[in-house]
Every structure is written in structure tokens, then in C-alpha cells.
């Protein structure tokens, strides 16, 4: 056996004790869940036995490049020893993987020279190496609410920025029309402190300090007071009130391999408690999304987690659906409701697209069969009504075989059916519209993309409807992931006011908003509301209204695995339904670490939206902190919250319309127009639905139309702005007692939450 065998077996041994160790599992597991925990540590141990498939196994692939050094008993290979140093910054170990570069830097003399392009990528390694360096020092071993923010960044431990200076600069000697480099170069000298001042002139890009505007206060990330401070890799996030108890709890997942799911539980008090270890979930792990809804109509909401993204035929794991018990317990009951398919996917979508009252699922799975991949066709289960789904994607004519990384239904033509809409990554999007029949045997959809207008951008990921300018038709907006040109570059050329950056001759692909014309078509009016020129990268995302006047906002996380990809996570403005006004510095939430997992929720009940974000990145040691940004509050504008409950549609009221109307103190009123869901497709918020009401003060009408079969309605009169109500399908509203619960300030939290696995 090679030494190479040998040491996977190792480490297939140790992953295999870890899994069933550590003092056995909850005495709340199942069978269900017992047999996931399995079948996840048996896909994982025979992963790790082959690190080298795995771009993402860092630390393994490290441990096997060391020991075949040692095997050998040879000095590395300049090549060998480079991608040695590149594991080892990768998987977090970044003082060694220095270590190595500088070995290399002082045996071979190398220097930036634009006659030896081909050195240059040596040197992009040793200044990001550096740069990451501060940013662990900084950022995750100390961090606080603004040192990782972009116009507010700043280090105390200082030694990873200063030297990351003293390399781009002689880089940008060599190379001075790196712009990418000029970027990392401004983002270091502003760790700091000597940004603007101690930039070079002419390496300078203006414009990433600070904005104040007396329009647009300032939030500030409370996770770790709070007690909601949870470091890992990417992930996603589900915000809801697990335990029925009136308090939005926080469920997250992160993709590393071993990487357990977090339960936080709202304690009223202003804070949240970490039940993980009592949620029966032992050896539940990884995930890069999940989302909820009730699919069994219990009245509890359960949880679905996706496995598996981007990692090709080596992505073939379960996905999970969590039954809620109702009492702080979730059952895995992936294989008893028919869902254990195998394939890699990263977006799931809840609908009841025959309206028969119970939830549907569509799965969009990575097929990359242009790549030399596996297919891996996309899936649509039909719920059966007891718990249990059949799939039914090629008979209804949802046939998908394709890179999806992005899903959501939205009724497009407003005749009650809910349309489906995929997000492609290299190709072009697809619009199913719902045809509806009589039975399943003759439900039929039909693809419409290109005739409705909604087929770019190619380079595409997540993705959802909503209606943007309240006019009663869901609109769509698709969020570009064009990353042929490196991130920190666009979004440089962006700031400098430059042309985008071109790949072959090809301009990156920019986000489109697209306007529901009422007609089955969609006009392009990106250009129009002011998004066309921005570099936007969008991972994790959502919408919600951040400043209560009846417009939405929303707030993309940014990036992408490569380490160089500091760049701002961004929050734009609705305004007035016109144009999107970009309120990232005013607003202190250009985070320069990854941004997945997001939503928008009134977690401390006080009448405003705030946002919680899961952070990190693909790589093992990108790992970095959840943020939580407090809502400040926006004086004389009011609200309503509403908590809708189905019964002859799905109990989670996916998919039903709602329109407020609201009167100001003058009689003069207006319409505001909402969806039930959990908005974007890498992100999930909680299905209560909170209202920017703006100057208005009373609520004249609610009208809810049903997610059902007659399209039936529940008009509810004369509600209170301010005020939180239940409604039931076909019951009157009844107003609830849901009193502000202020988070806790002014202590931080003893506990860090960490998606990291015990070693």
C-alpha cells in the first residue's frame, strides 16, 4: 500500500471514530436521523480518503503533500512547494504557508518583473497570504462591530496589513495596471490607517471612507452581544419561530464537511441561547443553504438543508428535511418522505403548485455535463398530503438538466397558479409557467424564458420575485455571479469610474431587473433604476424594507472562494419604486468578508427590520463571523406585522397575495403589495410578513387571496398601524401581544458559536 493509501486510510479511521464517538448521540436522534448521521460520515470518510478531488479539503490535501515530502526525502519542487503554500494559507494555516513562500522567495531571489509575467502569480499569493493574515488577527481571533467594514476598517494587529502594503506596492512597481492589486493595496493601507492619506497618488481609489447622510443612519452589528455570534465556512440561514413561542429563533448551517448545524432560541430577554445539543441533530452536518416552511401542515415549520454545491460528481450527498417536533427537536426524515436522492445542489424552492393545500418542492441540482460532469437533472416532488413526495419533474414537463443555482416560484400572469423561475449558472435561465389541469396526469408547464424576456444573465445565481414597484405584478430580479473576471478587479474599475473588465473580448454580465408587464413579458429596467453599472457578485441575499416606507430594499453578500475577493457586501435602497440608491458606507454594511445566508426580520420586535448574515467563505480556512445589524429605527414612520395561517391552503401561506392599504392623517391612502415567503434563494426569512407603512397611520384594508384551489379571499378591516396580528384563513384577524424585546447591549456575549468541528 502507498504511503499516500496508507495516510487516507489514517485519516478514513480517525474521521469514522469521530463520528460515532464523543460520548454517542442524543437520546433525542431517530432512526431517521441516525441513518443520515451515517450515511454523511460514510460519504465524508471516503472523500477525505481522496483529498486531491476535493478543491476544498485543504487541510487534508496539505497533510498528504507533507508527508509525501517526508516519504521522498527530497527538497520540494519550486511547483510542489508553491501549491504546499497555497494548501496551507487555504485551510487557515497561514503562518506556515508563508513560511513556505518566503523559503521560496529568499532560495530562488524571485522579484515582481514584467519581462517573468509568469512569476507574478507568486507574488499575488505572498500579498494575499499577508492580507489574510490580518484579517484572522483582526477580524476573527478580535473581533468587533466595524473592524471588518469597509470606510470603518481598521486593525490593531497590524503586521499582516503592513507587510501586504510593502508587497502590492512593489507589485504595482512591476505591474501598474493591476488593478486588482491597487484594490488589495487601498484595502490594507486602510486597515492601517493611512487610508486615503499614506496612499501613493496614483494608486488611490477614491471614495471608501465613510458616508454619513443625515438621510440613512448608521446599524451596527450586534451578533456577538446578543449571543448570535457564529463563525464558519459559507452556509445558510433560516429565521422563524421554531417553537411558536412569539420570538424569531435562528437556524444555520455551514458546508464544511464536518460542520454542525447552529439552533439559537430567542431567550425574551434579548439575546439568544445555543439549544444545538438539544435539538437531537448529532452528526446532521454541512449544508451550504436550507430554508423552511411547514410542509406537513402541523403548524410547526421544519427545515430543509442542501448538500453538495459545486462540487461536481464528488457532490453526490442527501439533502435533509428536518421535521419540527414542536418541542425545540427536529427528526430527519429525508429517506421516509421519499426525498434521499443523491446529486449536488444548492437551491431549493417551497410551493403548492397544484394548490391542493400541501407544500411541493422544486430541487435545482448542479448538472454539469458541459464540464466532462455527471448529469444531474433538476427534481420536482409532489407532496402526497401524508408526509411523503413523489417526483413528477418530466411528467409535468419541468425537464432540467442544467447548472442551477438559483429557484423561486412567483405568479406571473396573476391567475392563482404559482410559475417557476431557475437561475443557470453558464447558461440561459428558464421560466416554467403553470398551465395547471385537472389531475397530475395532466398538469402540464411550459418554458417562456425567452419569449418573456427573462433568459439573462448567464452568468447567474440567486434569484427572486417580488414586486419592487407596488403595482401589483411580481416582478423578477437575477443576480449576476460573473466571475471570468476576478472580483476585486470589476469592483475596483467600478469605483474608478472605469469600463468594465472584458474576458475574450466579453463584458462581464451585470444583474438584471426585470418589470412584469402584466402581459406574460418582462421589460429590462436595470439601466433605468440605476443597477447596470454595478459589480455585483451576489452569494447569499435578501430583501426587506429597511427604512419602513413600503419599498423594498435588499442586501447582497459578495464574493467568491478566491482569497483576493475583499470586496464590499451591498445594501441598495428602494426608492419610491424609481431607481435603487446604493447605501453601503452610509449605512455601515460594506462587510469585507463573505457574505451567504441572509434575511431581513424584526428580530427584537421593535418595529423595524433588522438583517442577519452568515459569513465565510469555500475554503477551510476561510472562516469568519456572523453579523447581525440592528435596525436604528426611522421616527414617524409606522407598520403593521402579520402572521397568516392557512387551512384550505398550505398552513405556511406560501405564495398568498396580500395588499395593505394604508391612509395617512389626511384620508389620502395607497397600496402596498406583498408575497408570503421567505424571500431569496440563498437566504431564508421568516414567513411573517412586516409592512413599511411610511406616514400612514391606520390600515383601512387587508386583502389576503389563498394560495388555493378557488383562489379564495379574506378581507380584513380597520387594523392598527403599529400593531401585530394573526390571521387565520377564513377567521377573523386577532391582534397579538407582541411587546418590543430590546437586544442585550453593552456586554459581549462569553459564547462563540462555531460551525467548526472538533478535531
Same mark, same amino acid.
Given at each position: 500500500m502507498s504511503l499516500n493509501r496508507r495516510i487516507a486510510q489514517a485519516l478514513l479511521t480517525s474521521f469514522v471514530a469521530g463520528a460515532v464517538g464523543c460520548g454517542g448521540r442524543s437520546n433525542t436522534s431517530s432512526d431517521g436521523t441516525k441513518r443520515m448521521a451515517d450515511t454523511l460520515a460514510s460519504l465524508y470518510a471516503q472523500a477525505i480518503t481522496e483529498p486531491s478531488r476535493y478543491e476544498f479539503l485543504n487541510r487534508e490535501r496539505a497533510v498528504a503533500m507533507r508527508a509525501q515530502l517526508f516519504s521522498q526525502g527530497s527538497v520540494a519542487a519550486p511547483d510542489f512547494q508553491f501549491e504546499l503554500a497555497r494548501q496551507l494559507v487555504l485551510a487557515g494555516q497561514t503562518r506556515e504557508g508563508i513560511a513556505e513562500l518566503e523559503d521560496m522567495r529568499r532560495k530562488t531571489g524571485l522579484s515582481p518583473d514584467p519581462r517573468f509575467p509568469q512569476y507574478k502569480p507568486f507574488f499575488d499569493m505572498l500579498g494575499i497570504a499577508y492580507l489574510r493574515l490580518g484579517e484572522q488577527e483582526n477580524c476573527n481571533l478580535n473581533p468587533s462591530t466595524s473592524?471588518?467594514?469597509?470606510?470603518?476598517?481598521?486593525?490593531?494587529q497590524e503586521e499582516g496589513a503592513r507587510t501586504a502594503i510593502a508587497v502590492y506596492e512593489r507589485i504595482l512597481q512591476s505591474f501598474p495596471d493591476d488593478i486588482g492589486s491597487r484594490w488589495l493595496l487601498n484595502i490594507a493601507y486602510m486597515a492601517v490607517g493611512g487610508y486615503p492619506s499614506l496612499v501613493p497618488k496614483q494608486y488611490l481609489i477614491p471614495g471608501l471612507r465613510r458616508q454619513d447622510d443625515a438621510s440613512f443612519p448608521h446599524f451596527t452589528d450586534v451578533a456577538r452581544s446578543v449571543g448570535a455570534d457564529i463563525t464558519g465556512q459559507a452556509g445558510g440561514l433560516c429565521i422563524e419561530d421554531f417553537n411558536r413561542d412569539g420570538l424569531l429563533d435562528l437556524f444555520t448551517t455551514s458546508w464544511g464537511f464536518k460542520d454542525p448545524v447552529h439552533f439559537l432560541v430567542a431567550d425574551g430577554h434579548g439575546g439568544y441561547v445555543d439549544r444545538t445539543g438539544q435539538t437531537g441533530l448529532d452528526g446532521i452536518v454541512g449544508g451550504a443553504n436550507c430554508l423552511h416552511a411547514d410542509y406537513d401542515n402541523d403548524g410547526f415549520e421544519d427545515?430543509?438543508?442542501?448538500? $453538495?454545491?459545486?462540487?461536481? @460528481? *464528488?457532490?453526490?450527498?442527501?439533502m435533509s428535511l428536518l421535521h419540527n417536533r414542536g418541542d425545540g427537536t427536529f427528526e430527519d426524515v429525508t429517506f421516509k418522505a421519499g426525498l434521499g436522492s443523491m446529486h449536488p445542489?444548492?437551491?431549493?424552492?417551497? $410551493?403548492?403548485?397544484?394548490? @391542493? *393545500?400541501?407544500?411541493d418542492l422544486f430541487v435545482g441540482n448542479e448538472s454539469g455535463v458541459a464540464m466532462g460532469w455527471s448529469s444531474h437533472p433538476s427534481e420536482l416532488y409532489l407532496s402526497n398530503c401524508d408526509g411523503t413526495f413523489t417526483e413528477v419533474s418530466h411528467k409535468v414537463g419541468i425537464d432540467v438538466d442544467a447548472f442551477v443555482k438559483g429557484s423561486a416560484w412567483g405568479d406571473v400572469n396573476n391567475d392563482g397558479l404559482p410559475d417557476l423561475f431557475v437561475s443557470v449558472y453558464g447558461a440561459p435561465n428558464r421560466l416554467y409557467m403553470n398551465r395547471g389541469g385537472k389531475s397530475i396526469d395532466t398538469w402540464r408547464f411550459e418554458e417562456v424564458a425567452a419569449r418573456a424576456g427573462v433568459q439573462l444573465p448567464n452568468m447567474s445565481f440567486p434569484t427572486w420575485f417580488w414586486d419592487y414597484d407596488n403595482d401589483g405584478w411580481e416582478d423578477l430580479l437575477v443576480l449576476s455571479y460573473d466571475n471570468r473576471v476576478p472580483l476585486h478587479e470589476a469592483v475596483a474599475r467600478e469605483y474608478l469610474g472605469l469600463p468594465p473588465a472584458k474576458t475574450n473580448g466579453t463584458a462581464f454580465e451585470h444583474t438584471h431587473l426585470y418589470r412584469n408587464k402584466g402581459d406574460g413579458t418582462f421589460d429590462d429596467v436595470t439601466e433605468k433604476v440605476g443597477l447596470a453599472d454595478k459589480a455585483l457578485y451576489a452569494m447569499g441575499s435578501n430583501f426587506g424594507d429597511l427604512d419602513n416606507d413600503g419599498w423594498l430594499d435588499f442586501y447582497l453578500g459578495t464574493g467568491n472562494p478566491d482569497l483576493r475577493s475583499v470586496i464590499p457586501n451591498r445594501m441598495f435602497r428602494n426608492v419610491e419604486g424609481k431607481r435603487f440608491e446604493e447605501v453601503t458606507l452610509a449605512g455601515g454594511f460594506g462587510h469585507l468578508q463573505k457574505g451567504h445566508g441572509t434575511a431581513f426580520a424584526d428580530l427584537d420586535r421593535d418595529g423595524d427590520q433588522d438583517v442577519f448574515m452568515v459569513m465565510g467563505g469555500a475554503y477551510q480556512g476561510d472562516v469568519s463571523h456572523s453579523v447581525l445589524f440592528e435596525n436604528p429605527g426611522w421616527p414617524g414612520r409606522n407598520w403593521i406585522t402579520l402572521e397568516l395561517q392557512g387551512r384550505t391552503a398550505n398552513r405556511s401561506a406560501i405564495g398568498a397575495r396580500v395588499e395593505i392599504v394604508a391612509a395617512d392623517t389626511n384620508g389620502k391612502t395607497r397600496s402596498v403589495h406583498r408575497t408570503i415567503g421567505t424571500g431569496s434563494s440563498f437566504g431564508s426569512g421568516s414567513l411573517q410578513l412586516h409592512v413599511g407603512l411610511g406616514s400612514a397611520v391606520r390600515v383601512p384594508l387587508v386583502k389576503v387571496t389563498w394560495p388555493d384551489s378557488t383562489r379564495s379571499t379574506t378581507s380584513y378591516a380597520n387594523l392598527e398601524a403599529r400593531g401585530t396580528y394573526l390571521l387565520v384563513q377564513g377567521q377573523s384577524a386577532r391582534k397579538l401581544d407582541r411587546p418590543p424585546v430590546p437586544f442585550r447591549h453593552g456586554t459581549l456575549s462569553s459564547t462563540t458559536h462555531s460551525h467548526a468541528p472538533n478535531d
Open positions: 473592524v471588518c467594514i469597509l470606510g470603518e476598517l481598521h486593525h490593531t427545515i430543509l438543508i442542501l448538500r $453538495g454545491a459545486w462540487l461536481g @460528481d *464528488g457532490g453526490k450527498f442527501p445542489r444548492h437551491t431549493a424552492a417551497w $410551493g403548492d403548485f397544484n394548490l @391542493d *393545500g400541501c407544500l
